[in-house]
């Protein structure tokens, strides 16, 4: 392990001294990506200084036992030799998991997409609840929220709503919310009393870079509309909103929410980025999924993920078999143990994969 740390630490050495150099600061793209790269290292040389010295302590401890001539000194020796070994199993488990290479896209920000599935107008109400939990979650972890597009429902909620997170490892965080999440409830628009269930579809998009993704300007067909939705005359009445249709693919992407014709145009590009990013993605997912299978996926819009139970009060993660009867606090945004222990496991099975490499 000492070996791969050692490699670790003449990295970070290297990149301290490359991210003060002048062309590399010039070379935005270069400096972007030692900058992400300087950070995870700084980490893990800390890290390995700590187990630099715990080995040191240890064998130190070791030498003073051994002689023997300090009954006092001895005395502490084992103190410190007991400290550290109880620290070291720890410590080697941190080590091993930070070695296990990370997924590029896990520190990037992400484009949320919440859809409304079967069920009609309650899944419209359920797509705004998935929202709201959603955005309540992001502040709770200081992240901005910037809504991109919406599609309101006719009783309430949202046929569909687009919207952007800004903040640190907001992929690696929210990816495992992608995938179909399920309401059972008495609906607003049930007079009966009858418990439906309805559904709503969460895409979670890594926000692609202009450099992860080139589009080709040929590529892209523009349109200027005018918003609908709220905003007020200069919004409803000028051609501000812009949709964006690239031809190969047939992927759209459009945004309406800010009153700038151009500012509507960059987050219709960030989005049509981000859709094009996740299909090679997708490919790519496919791909491993090959090669191995993972108990928690992070993109499968066609699985069952999540079940709010309002009658009982819970909500049951079907991945993991986790239920959790406090509904009321996860649905204001309190997501954390689910969140928590979905990464859990998925790092698990990441430490189990890489523990032959140990």
Same mark, same amino acid.
């Given at each position: 392990?000492?070996?791969?740390?050692?490699?670790?630490?003449?990295?970070?050495?290297?990149?301290?001294? @490359?991210?003060?150099?002048?062309?590399?600061? #010039?070379?935005?793209?270069?400096?972007?990506?030692?900058?992400?790269?300087?950070?995870?290292?700084?980490?893990?040389?800390?890290?390995?200084?700590?187990?630099?010295?715990?080995?040191?302590?240890?064998?130190? $401890?070791?030498?003073?036992?051994?002689?023997?001539?300090?009954?006092? &000194?001895?005395?502490? +020796?084992? &103190?410190?030799?007991?400290?550290?070994?109880?620290? @070291?199993?720890?410590?080697?488990?941190?080590?091993?998991? &930070?070695?296990?290479?990370?997924?590029?896209?896990?520190?990037?920000?992400? &484009?949320?997409?919440?859809?409304?599935?079967?069920?009609?107008?309650?899944?419209?109400?359920? $797509?705004?609840?998935?929202?709201?939990?959603?955005?309540?979650?992001?502040?709770?972890?200081?992240?901005? %929220?910037?809504?991109?597009?919406?599609?309101?429902?006719?009783?309430?909620?949202?046929?569909?709503?687009?919207?952007?997170?800004?903040?640190?490892?907001?992929?690696? *965080?929210?990816? /495992?919310?992608?995938?179909?999440?399920?309401?059972?409830?008495?609906?607003? %628009?049930?007079?009966?009393?009858?418990?439906?269930?309805? $559904? #709503?579809?969460?895409?979670? @998009?890594?926000?692609?870079?202009?450099?992860?993704?080139?589009?080709?300007?040929?590529?892209?067909?523009?349109? /200027?509309?005018?918003?609908?939705?709220?905003?007020?005359?200069?919004?409803?009445?000028?051609?501000?909103?812009?949709?964006?249709?690239?031809?190969?693919?047939?992927?759209?992407?459009?945004?309406?929410?800010?009153?700038?014709?151009?500012?509507?145009?960059?987050?219709? /590009?960030?989005?049509?980025?981000?859709?094009?990013?996740?299909?090679?993605? +997708?490919?790519?997912? $496919?791909?491993? +999924?090959?090669?191995?299978?993972?108990?928690?996926?992070?993109?499968?819009?066609? #699985?069952?993920?999540? *079940?709010?139970?309002?009658?009982?009060?819970?909500?049951?993660?079907?991945?993991?078999?986790?239920? =959790?009867?406090?509904?009321?606090?996860?649905?204001?945004?309190?997501?954390?143990?689910?969140?928590?222990? =979905?990464?859990?496991?998925?790092?698990?099975?990441?430490?189990?994969?890489?523990?032959?490499?140990?």
């Amino acid at each position: 392990m000492l070996d791969r740390l050692q490699i670790v630490k003449q990295r970070f050495d290297e990149i301290s001294d @490359l991210i003060i150099q002048p062309d590399v600061i #010039a070379d935005q793209k270069r400096y972007v990506q030692l900058n992400k790269e300087y950070k995870d290292l700084k980490a893990l040389a800390e890290k390995r200084d700590e187990y630099v010295t715990i080995m040191g302590n240890i064998e130190e $401890a070791n030498e003073i036992i051994s002689d023997g001539s300090d009954a006092e &000194m001895v005395e502490m +020796a084992k &103190m410190q030799l007991e400290e550290a070994k109880q620290r @070291l199993p720890e410590l080697e488990d941190e080590i091993k998991f &930070m070695l296990i290479p990370k997924d590029a896209e896990d520190a990037k920000n992400v &484009m949320v997409e919440i859809r409304a599935g079967t069920g009609g107008d309650e899944a419209s109400i359920f $797509a705004g609840d998935l929202f709201r939990m959603y955005t309540k979650y992001c502040e709770t972890k200081g992240w901005r %929220t910037s809504v991109v597009d919406m599609n309101e429902g006719t009783s309430g909620g949202f046929k569909e709503v687009i919207f952007e997170v800004t903040g640190e490892d907001v992929y690696g *965080t929210l990816k /495992f919310e992608a995938g179909v999440h399920r309401v059972q409830r008495v609906p607003q %628009t049930e007079t009966q009393g009858r418990v439906h269930t309805s $559904a #709503a579809t969460v895409m979670v @998009l890594p926000e692609a870079e202009e450099f992860d993704v080139q589009i080709d300007m040929n590529d892209v067909r523009v349109d /200027f509309f005018c918003s609908s939705g709220p905003g007020g005359q200069s919004v409803n009445t000028t051609k501000s909103a812009v949709r964006l249709t690239h031809i190969p693919t047939g992927l759209v992407a459009q945004c309406q929410d800010e009153k700038s014709q151009h500012k509507n145009k960059d987050k219709a /590009f960030t989005v049509l980025r981000s859709r094009l990013y996740e299909q090679e993605l +997708a490919k790519k997912d $496919a791909e491993d +999924a090959v090669k191995r299978s993972s108990q928690v996926s992070s993109g499968d819009r066609s #699985a069952k993920i999540r *079940t709010y139970n309002y009658a009982q009060g819970r909500v049951t993660d079907h991945r993991i078999g986790l239920t =959790l009867y406090d509904l009321g606090n996860i649905m204001n945004g309190d997501i954390h143990k689910i969140v928590d222990e =979905l990464q859990l496991v998925s790092n698990t099975e990441k430490l189990k994969e890489a523990s032959e490499v140990f």
